[in-house]
């Protein structure tokens, strides 16, 4: 199967995995971090799909959320600052067996990997993302990110920052082949659980943008932001994220916006009044880059050994 | 004409007996797109065929589109021939084919001409429409005269121009049918080379190719009153040909790797090149990064995912890839980084051979980052060092790094033939059960070794981080803990140390001098070295493969010898210049780590001209250094 020898793809008596099963250590976050939240998803979400956590790597960055890997009992990569991307399109290249999540923070994807990012926008490969934005550098120690809001004091801008930030959700929109696009909430876990599910279903680069409170360092943010109900907006579609009635009906304000009109979705990234939850946009045809990672493997040692003696030959004398 | 003594550069009279010679450098300039390179590598490819040892080089202008007829545009290939094994471009050239008069100045530029060399002309530019160009030609020729080479002007345009319309497009193999005849080669070694290079073309493309060589053969031999014969020794071995970069391709073919991750930048490019074309029907893929930090780390993602990866870049590429490659070695990922040395540092001499990335690839990282280094002196180890820094690599699980050099990038050099093995080949991806008390790091005390879980074995789930860590691959700040760690990552290599051989000498065991190498310049050194000992002079060498950990025994080996000294293409200070000495002396790479590895007074001589160091140079290195 996918290419690897069937004498080592091991038979495992099918198993049930509970939530424990996903569960590892306690988290080191702060209390009331919004990353508590998204862990709790994540783990719940591996029990809905009976993911195995042997088959399955969470590869992150470096920053409070880029913790994230230590606290699920699959395989984790715990890498560099910036840097998740390409390890992860590495990891999924010549391995369609494995799941990927890919967990980074505004910093650590905005920033110094915002290069990596806008180039893994357009491999489209196969994984799931999830942004987990708290407008601030929490593991530094409160310095502006490039999606902190113009006016945001922080230790590298005391008379608050002067730029206006940019979107996430917009700059993925922009970058050619995005294949799904989302936002939600961390103190909206319902709205989450459904938003990331969807995120996994999908076959592709699946980017979830999760606004993510940090009491700490943006606290007034925080009140703001959950409290807000006016600018919060349900994107509501039946090719969208569907949430049960219950929480429907906790959003005032509802859009229908159909997910496969890239023009709209791009409008509503750029509307700084509001925050729009749920799907901007997905196609599901756009090219993976891991169906070309894929698309030889299993060679035996007799193809490889025929292959050489072949290139040999034309360099014989 | 020259009145040069050494009876091997004078040109016998016509009919006489071919004069028979040990070996003779060719060279072939011209602008780019003259195909001089093709001729010169079938002319390299007939004279190996038949049992000759070659070495070829290319001649790669300055820029990509350089003006035509100019001394920055000179393109083309150095070919040394010889009787016995060649292992270098050697000196100066012995026989020039020159398509105007202005390329072969870019060579006179870099001291590749002497007196008495032999300059076959293009002649067409002397009754060029142009005035300003016949003044050119005729100005070079006399100074061409003047310095004493041997010109004799051809009109190949005129010649081709029989044959074919467009003479650009074909003046090469006219080039190929004289230098048939001049090296005495014969004419149906011509036709055969012609119909192999040509086999995917057109019946009529070979024909007109094959009238072409005859056409500059015949010419050659009714107007030429000179003919060499190097006479050949046939090895009856299976041999290939091919050039460093190319072994390096192939290299990793042959390892069982099947992901190369890379970003282009000259002069490692070729080396991908060749792989994206055959590597897809071998079972492998190159993926061509947005940059190169990227791609060291995709390649350490499918080398944590099982399928062991390699990265080619040059220097520039390598400065980026540093913060990935602490994390190879702190996380200990296997890995195979290919190095195609160039100048430095910035984006210095793109084109040009240095051996400048020594140091930095030991301690480019920040923190304590022990790793395996090692350098190929051959063609045909650019072939075999990949297969074994694959193997190294995921038994030391350790990120493995192959110094070679522009200069071995296009030197081209006949080898005996691989004989393939098939465990060259990785094994499938281990997918076992992970047994449940081994941790991700247990590292044994005494090796400092330690397997990995790879993604898919069920039991060895574990989060890997750049973070210092404990056995159990969790975050530590705990001082006794890193302390250990860090012992234990330098313990293995401290192993593997213990599994290398001294180096052998060439030469004898003790005496006034000992050269001390690594990477290109092995040919050079050993071919100047072996001048040296027939004069007289007490000189032998040693030509170091592994950097990191470094060869055993090197002191033992030291104190048998009044001097040593180190010879490189990298960067050292001259006392002899102005507020240089030896309280402030920065030495070349390799000498430091010698000095400071056997506490012996390593002497050193480098230069960062970009060129290949000719035996000649260090000839006269060695006899300075046995005078002072
Ligand atoms: C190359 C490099 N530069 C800087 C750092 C320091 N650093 C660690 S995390 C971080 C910012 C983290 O911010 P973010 O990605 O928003 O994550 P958060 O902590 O807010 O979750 C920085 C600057 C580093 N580890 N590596
Ligand atoms: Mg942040």
Redesign the interface.
Known sequence: MYG??S????D?PSKYYSLEGYEKGVARWCPGCGDHAVLTNMQKLLREKQL????T???SGIGCSSRF??Y?????????HG?A???????????P??DVFVVTGDGDCCSIGA??W??AIRYNMNMTVLLLNNEIYGLTKKQASPTSRIGTVSNTTPDGSILPPLSPVQTTLGVANASFVAQTADWNPAHMYETIKAAYEHKGFSFVHIIQRCPIFQGALVDEQVSNKDAMVYLENENGITVSEEIAKTFKNKFNHNPSDLSEARNLAMDTEKVHMGLFYQDKNAPCYDD??A?????T?E???E???K??DK??? | MSDSTETKEMPATKNSKAIKIDEHIVEIVSDSGEGAQKCGVSFA?IS??MGNGVWTVEIIPAEIQPPARSRAGASGIRIRIGTKEITNSGNEADLVIALNEQVPYGRIDQKAYKEGTVMLLESKWATDASDVIQNKYAEALADFKSRGYNVIEIPMEVECLKIVKNARKGKNMFVLGMLCYIYNRGIDKGETQIKNIFRKKSDAIINSNIELLNAGYQWASINLDFQYDIPVVNSGR?????NGN?AIG?GV??S?M??C?MYPITPATSASHLLAD?F??????V?Q???E???????????????T?VTITSGPGMALKT??LG?ATMAEIPLVVINVQRGGPSTGLPTKVEQGDLLSTLYGQPGDAPKIVMATSTIEECFQFVILARKLAESFRTPVYILTDANLATGQQ?FP??K?K?DW?AP??????WKGDVRPYEWDDTTGMSKR?I?????????????AHTKEA??SYNPDENQESSELRSRKFASFQKTLKPPTINGADKGDLLIVGWGSTLGAIEEAVGIAQKEGIKVSSIHLRFLSPLEPGLKEIFQNFKNVMTIEINYSDNNENPQFSESNKRYSQLSWILRARTLVDVDCYSNVEGQPLSPKRILGVIKKKINT
């Not at chain 2, 299976?238 to 091919?242: C, E, F, G, R």
């Open positions: 690897l020898k004498d080592v793809a091991l495992l195995d956590p042997a088959k790597v969470f590869v890997p230590h699920m009992n699959t395989y984790g990569f715990h890498g560099l840097r991307f390409p390890v992860a399109e590495g990891v999924k290249f010549r391995r067996d494995l290069g990596a806008i180039h070309y990672g698309s030889n493997l299993g060679y040692v193809q490889k050994e292959a050489l003696n290139e040999l360099y014989a004398i | 490819a190996a065929k299976d041999m290939v040909v091919m190319e192939l073919l042959a069982g099947e992901v991750s055959v897809k029907n071998s079972g492998g893929l993926h990064a947005e940059d930090i990227a791609a060291v780390g995709f390649a350490i993602g499918s080398s944590y995912a099982g399928k990866a913060e990935f994390l006949p033939r691989p393939i098939k080949f499938p991806i281990d997918q076992s059960l879980p993604p898919g074995q069920p039991g060895g789930q574990h989060t890997l981080t750049g973070l969790h975050v």
